[in-house]
């Protein structure tokens, strides 16, 4: 199952709406009526396009936004009970320090360091049953067999 919503790309934050967090709670009211479960993948991927552009203000709205989803899910893991949420990204943009500031203010100061991908590791979150096996520093191709074993597949 695909939820194509656009012919091309979504509008960036704030143009589209709650779009992503509506579009990810509708995947999972959906796949929930499957009594084996399911497995759904999620993608922010409009932070990647504001970091490639150095965009601080965007990176921040797509990073809001993204935010704002996450808590939707988590609340459906908490109540549900049986539900493992994994939380990372394939590759870090940009190089983004943070160099002064606050959070919620205008005066947050930023650099970054290039437009392009980066060697820089990015952090993995988890929540649930199974959550202890995503922790640390990882190569996210080994969460394939992390989530096959999980699930006792062969």
Do not use: C
């Amino acid at each position: 199952m695909a939820g194509l919503l656009y012919d091309q790309h979504p509008p960036l934050m704030p143009e589209r709406g709650n779009m992503l967090a509506d579009a990810t709670m509708a995947a999972i009211n959906i796949l929930d009526n499957n009594p084996k479960g399911f497995f759904l993948m999620v993608e922010g991927s409009q932070i990647d396009w504001a970091a490639h552009a150095n965009n601080t203000e965007q990176v921040i709205k797509e990073m809001l936004d993204f935010d704002q989803t996450i808590d939707h899910v988590l609340d459906y893991a908490q109540k549900e009970g049986n539900t493992l949420v994994i939380i990372t990204a394939d590759h870090e943009t940009g190089g983004m320090a943070l160099l002064d500031g606050e959070f919620g203010s205008d005066s947050l100061k930023v650099e970054f360091g290039t437009t392009n991908h980066t060697g820089v590791p990015v952090p993995v979150f988890a929540f649930g049953p199974g959550a202890e096996y995503f922790t640390g520093f990882m190569e996210n191709t080994i969460f394939k067999s992390k989530i096959e074993k999980l699930l006792n597949l062969p």
